[in-house]
């Protein structure tokens, strides 16, 4: 969970595959819901339950809803201790990347602050088709779902674009 001048954003990241899922927020009571939400989209996708959810203690992450909730679907939640970062050391890792990412993208293009959350979303949809060594020189949606991703699409982030729209008579 991260903000960005009064936006916010949460990530979840699949251990195995470090796959990685970015969602924007407008406050940090949205975490909860947005975790169903994501819950339930994996588990159709992979046909698999989520086991464990590893977080900080962040209050978006401890309170007695999401706590029960995680009870009831059998999710298991480690939560780091306190001034420990290196337990939770993917998720530390890839904010990091990620805002690093998003600030280069900004800088090169010139463009304001106010498009942090789009580069961050296209920082996340980059990393995901970028190989990793932590999966064995795969992508991580290649290691999610076998599926080699698109890339012939991808463009300099901020380039200028235009919306074409084609007339159906």
């Known amino acids: 969970m991260f903000t960005w001048k009064n936006s916010y954003f949460v990530l979840f990241i699949d251990d195995y595959s470090r796959k990685t899922w970015v969602y924007l927020l407008k406050d940090k009571s949205e975490v909860f819901g947005k975790f169903k939400k994501f819950k339930a989209m994996v588990e159709n996708q992979s ?9 900080d203690r ?21 939560i780091t201790v306190p001034y420990s970062p290196q337990q939770n050391g993917v998720a530390k890792r890839n904010n990091q990347t990620i805002l690093n990412m998003a600030r280069s993208m900004l800088k090169c293009k010139n463009l304001p602050k106010e498009y942090c959350l789009e580069a961050i979303s296209c920082a996340v949809y980059l990393m995901n088709r970028s190989y990793t060594k932590s999966v064995h020189g795969k992508t991580p949606p290649e290691a999610w779902s076998g599926y080699k991703p698109v890339i012939t699409h991808l463009r300099v982030f901020g380039s200028i674009a235009w919306n074409m729209f084609i007339g159906y008579d």
Do not use: D, V
């Open 47 to 55: 046909g698999y339950r989520i086991k464990a959810l590893r977080s």
């Open 58 to 78: 962040g209050g978006e992450f401890t309170s007695n809803e999401f706590k029960f909730f995680c009870e009831q679907n059998k999710i298991h939640r480690p």
